[in-house]
């Protein structure tokens, strides 16, 4: 089992520039998570999925889009990247709600110049 | 005021020494988790408990419920064992957790 895979691992982005985040995971989990971790700072929720066909907004929305494409791929969408976009982003899954364990990806490292 | 509070925020110890890292919530929890991320920036969940104690290999995680406080400890602490430790406290039929802000650990040789 891979677990929870991200692509890319690293990205370059230039301010307006888009780029779609991919994440997948194996283990039949029900409800994904996007993180995102700014240099020295904790995890802040950007979006999740309970379940397959729905999201709801986290902590740091704006700025942000979300699909849940499937029951195993759950993509983060930046439409215009600006610079206080720079910051490692985390994708997770858990087999249901917060009391389940939440299983991490490797994260990306995204800079916005 | 977080609703979630670790301490220390940083604790350097010699190699060798028991740790104890604690986390303190104000919020009616269904569980606890604790994750370790290592110096690469890669998360893995320790633990996730309820109540009482768990225990896995040379970490062992403590809960109590009324006075809403968890500790982690490590044994016989090695360098490999520096990481950030982060808890985070999660409520039932709840998707969010609510995240410390974790406690940057080195260990020296």
Known sequence: NAGVTQTPKFQVLKTGQSMTLQCAQDMNHNSMYWYRQDPGMGLRLIYYSASEGTTDKGEVPNGYNVSRLNKREFSLRLESAAPSQTSVYFCASSERWAVYEQYFGPGTRLTVT | ?109
């Open chain 2, 1 to 109: 005021k977080n609703e979630v509070e670790q301490s220390p925020q940083n604790l350097t110890a010699q190699e060798g020494e028991f740790i104890t890292i604690n986390c303190s919530y104000s919020v009616g929890i269904s569980a606890l988790h604790w994750l370790q991320q290592h110096p690469g920036g890669g998360i893995v969940s320790l633990f996730m408990l309820s109540s009482g104690k768990k225990k896995h290999g040379r970490l062992i995680a403590t809960i109590n419920i009324q006075e809403k406080h968890s500790s982690l400890h490590i044994t016989a602490s090695h360098p490999r064992d520096s990481a950030v430790y982060i808890c985070a406290a999660g409520m039932d039929s709840n998707y969010q957790l609510i995240w410390g802000a974790g406690t940057k650990l080195i260990i020296k040789p």
